[in-house]
């Protein structure tokens, strides 16, 4: 599917054109024939023969930029000036600062934040480490921590490299929850090395969210920091992904008049995402799911489950499957009322979505490119979904980790849990209404001014179920 443009590849060119009445259209026509979007025109000076514009566009890739550009040279009399990507202009000098809650103007300030009078309050901490939350930053703080091993659609890219994602994802912390979150990008890949770390500096959080860690490790490091802490430890690329797509997947069922207890289920992906979907769907009630990979079906008999060289594929062999389908995808989906991916491009064919079962749901996922067009998909399947925000029902991350770690944090919680993770699917759904439930508005915007308020107030309610409420006077 080629690209299309997108505000991620915005420019503004600074211009002076001729004050001729035909100037500017000549410009904007030749954008447009040449593939780009103009969505900005600004007069910033003007003079009797010449004036100054600021002309912002989309493009389709940085190389479309320079060809646009190099076609608006082309107009008589123009004149080219700074040309700026917006993305990068959006990241000069980072996007977070870290700022004081409280004046220090005078000598009085200064004692009661910082020395003499802060050694009262850390007497008081040292004597009871509960005070912390009462005390410090941990009350209302959490850590994002990368290997920047699985970064984006990009893959191993470093931990320098990824740190623009993890400043993102805080940024989002604090727009969506008020949450103060800080990007930790660990300079190893060494599993043991990774748990010491974070083990190390948990102290400091009330909650640690693990972001682009490439499986299999992101598994064992979640698994064993989720043991050795008494803060919760949350993969949002697993567990963000399996919340928001449970949530779309509920409605689009309800969309079709289906139950989640009776569709034929096949997902094509094993990895961590995929592997966190299926575990929170078998627990919401799926009962008939086929699992794919690249090497097609995973079933019993296969050899690197027979093997058991691939202890997750054992899992998913041992759990779904129950009528030992083998092999391909294409063989899978024949009949089957839903298609999950969170796999690859261009894997799924129209041939194949067009073999399901009437008003099936297609939930393409991968990013940037889906397993299917979703233009091609709508041609058969009743509802579908991508991973893209320029499609409707986008199934995005950004839906669930803040409502999630601000129920989590609110609740004082020391773990995460399956139902937690079940409860935050299930609000989530609930955000839209009947009235508003349609085939193509089957999740919320991730500005929908209740997500985050409804996702956080379920995750409290279920976390107090088992921890109880938590004493705001300790």
């Not at 500017?24 to 024939?33: A, F, G, N």
């Not at 027979?306 to 779904?320: K, V």
């Not at 999740?443 to 109880?468: K, M, N, Q, Y």
Request: proline share 5%.
């Amino acid at each position: 599917m080629p690209a299309a443009p997108s505000i991620a590849n915005s420019v503004t060119v600074r211009l002076v054109l001729p004050a001729r009445p035909t100037a500017v259209s000549e410009m904007t026509s030749l954008i447009e024939k040449a593939g780009g979007v103009v969505t900005g025109l600004d007069v910033t000076g003007s003079g009797h023969a010449r004036m100054r514009v600021d002309l912002t566009m989309l493009t389709r890739d940085p190389d479309h930029a320079d060809e646009i550009v190099a076609v608006m040279r082309t107009v008589e009399g123009v004149e080219i000036g700074k040309v700026s990507d917006r993305t990068f202009l959006m990241h000069l000098g980072g996007k977070l600062t870290v700022e004081s809650k409280v004046p220090i103007r005078t000598r009085d300030d200064l004692s009661l934040i910082y020395t003499p009078g802060v050694a009262r309050v850390c007497t008081a901490i040292a004597e009871n480490p509960e005070d912390a939350r009462r005390l410090t930053i941990k009350r209302n703080t959490v850590a994002v921590v990368t290997d920047g091993t699985a970064v984006l659609g990009l893959g191993d890219i470093g931990p320098l490299a990824a740190l623009p994602v993890m400043e993102g994802k805080a940024a989002l912390f604090k727009r969506f929850a008020d949450i103060d979150a800080f990007p930790l990008c660990l300079d190893t890949t060494d599993v043991e090395e990774i748990i010491r770390t974070v083990k190390a500096i948990a102290p400091g959080f009330a909650g640690i969210n693990l972001e682009d860690i490439s499986a299999p490790r992101c598994f064992e490091v979640e698994a064993r920091l989720r043991e050795e802490l008494d803060i919760p430890v949350f993969h949002d690329d697993q567990h963000g992904t399996a919340i928001v797509a449970l949530a779309a997947l509920r409605n689009a069922l309800r969309v079709v008049g289906k139950r989640l207890e009776d569709v034929r289920l096949v997902m094509s992906g094993a990895g961590a995402a995929g592997t966190a979907i299926l575990k929170l769907l078998l627990h919401a009630g799926a009962r008939h799911v086929v699992v794919t990979d690249v090497d097609g079906v995973v079933h019993r008999g296969r050899a690197d489950v027979l093997s058991g060289d691939h202890p997750n594929h054992a899992w998913i062999a041992e759990h779904t499957n129950p009528d030992d389908v083998t092999g391909t995808l294409t063989d899978a989906v024949r009949g089957a009322d839903v298609f999950l991916g969170v796999s690859a491009p261009n894997i799924l064919s129209e041939a194949a979505v067009e073999s399901m079962a009437p008003d099936a749901v297609v939930f393409a996922m991968a990013n940037p490119l889906p397993e299917i067009d979703p233009e091609i998909a709508a041609r058969h399947a009743a509802v579908v979904a991508t991973g893209r925000s320029d499609f409707a029902n986008q199934i995005n991350n950004v839906l669930v980790f803040p409502g999630v770690f601000r129920g989590l944090i609110d609740a004082a919680s020391k773990h995460v849990t399956t139902d937690v993770l079940l409860a935050a699917a299930d609000a989530l759904a609930g955000v839209v209404t009947e009235e508003e439930l349609n085939a193509t508005y089957i999740i919320p915007s991730v500005f929908h001014p209740d997500v985050t308020t409804v996702v956080a107030d379920a995750v409290r309610r279920a976390v107090e179920l088992v921890e109880g409420p938590v004493d705001e006077s300790a």
